[in-house]
């Protein structure tokens, strides 16, 4: 892997690029998605759903250079999202630039790698946002079991045949409330709407290409190992790493569509219910391109099983293609760790902090 380091007067990121030829090979992969704006236009209308007042309420801890505040909102008329922001303690400076971040499968907003990003980041002056996934933390009474509530919601919304209420608890519904959390934050005094960032970690990240693809109100995004087809995965049989990651939903549904064993045929049919369009138009290939001209750094692993890294090539390959296509190829950065799994490092978390750094704080 070759690599390149770039400079700038805040700190050095060292990104390792994909090769021309890699690329390439890549986009010979590429299936012919949708254009840009009807891929958007479809995920939003997919997600539509009645807007509610949000009833904010928060308390907040004031420490020597940081105010923790501690609350929800709610997101839809029965989901009361919680809601944690380290602030920053500036005299002089009422209003900040912010980054959501969001917690992998079975996390919660107060894991501790987080919490230390926030921390370094508000002494910066930069606003640290965390939120409880769906079905994670405090979203469920006495507390989210890891990911057992997450998976049985996944299975639960695989089962119905309810179409009054499209509920998408695998992924979609918290891209849905990351929306609405930009609606809440740029009605914030204390927020500067223009210098919003968004990340996050595996599940997490995969939100986050969901949401801020679609969200130009994001200014600048962290991809953390979650870069993927999930096309590529099904056609190559390499589906077991994402599908493992609500491996009981996927024991439940099998037996219910009368096999033996957890398969791609079985997988696909799961994934085209509670994901619609996830190995089309929906799909990471397709929906990274709507990020360009915007800054995006993709954090990924060459052995990671959840993001199989020639799928991943391809959603790079993409991605390269949209930036290029706009001039803004220096925008775009692409750090692959080798020999590495399923695992967001300190190298990872220094780059992202560098990263929001660089495009948040000019």
């Not at 759903?49 to 105010?67: A, C, G, H, L």
């Not at 953390?224 to 087809?229: D, E, L, N, P, Y």
Request: hydrophobic residues 40%.
């Amino acid at each position: 892997m070759l690599c390149i380091s770039l400079k700038n007067k805040i700190c050095t990121v060292w990104v390792c690029f994909i090769l021309f030829a890699q690329v390439s090979a890549a986009l010979a992969q590429t299936p012919q998605y949708p254009p840009a704006e009807k891929v958007a236009r479809d995920f939003k209308a997919l997600l539509n759903r009645p807007i509610v007042d949000f009833k904010p309420e928060f308390t907040n801890i004031r420490m020597d250079s940081i105010q923790v505040d501690k609350g929800s909102i709610y997101t839809e008329e029965t989901e009361r999202m919680p809601i944690l922001i380290y602030k920053p303690v500036i005299k002089g400076q009422t209003k900040f630039p912010v980054v959501i971040f969001l917690h992998g499968t079975g996390g919660n907003k107060d894991g501790g790698d987080t919490k230390a990003m926030f921390t370094k980041l508000a002494k910066l002056g930069i606003m640290g946002v965390a939120i409880d996934a769906r079905y994670h933390g405090q979203r469920i009474p006495g507390g989210a079991h890891g990911s057992k509530e997450y998976t049985e919601a996944a299975y639960q919304a695989f089962k119905t045949n309810d179409n009054t209420h499209h509920a998408y608890p695998f992924l979609y519904d918290t891209s849905y409330d990351l929306w609405r959390l930009v609606d809440y934050l740029i009605t914030r005094p204390d927020v500067k709407a223009d210098r919003i960032g968004m990340g996050g970690i595996s599940m997490g990240g995969i939100e986050t290409w969901m949401a801020a693809s679609v969200d130009t109100r994001v200014h600048a995004t962290v991809l953390g190992i979650a870069v993927q087809s999930f096309k590529w995965s099904l056609d190559n049989n390499k589906w077991q790493g994402r599908a493992g990651t609500i491996n009981d939903a996927h024991k439940k549904a099998t037996r219910d569509l009368g096999d033996s064993t957890v398969n791609q045929a079985n997988v696909k049919a799961v994934w085209d219910k509670i994901l619609p369009g996830i190995t089309d138009e929906f799909d990471c290939p397709s929906m990274i391109r709507l990020f360009a001209p915007r800054p995006l750094l993709i954090l990924s692993k060459d052995k990671d099983p959840n993001n199989p890294y020639p799928g991943a090539q391809i959603g790079f390959a993409t991605a390269t293609e949209a930036y290029k296509a706009q001039n803004a190829a220096d925008k775009l950065d692409i750090v692959v760790q080798p020999n590495l799994g399923h695992v967001f490092n300190a190298k990872d978390m220094e780059m992202t902090c560098q990263f929001f750094c660089k495009y948040l704080l000019n």
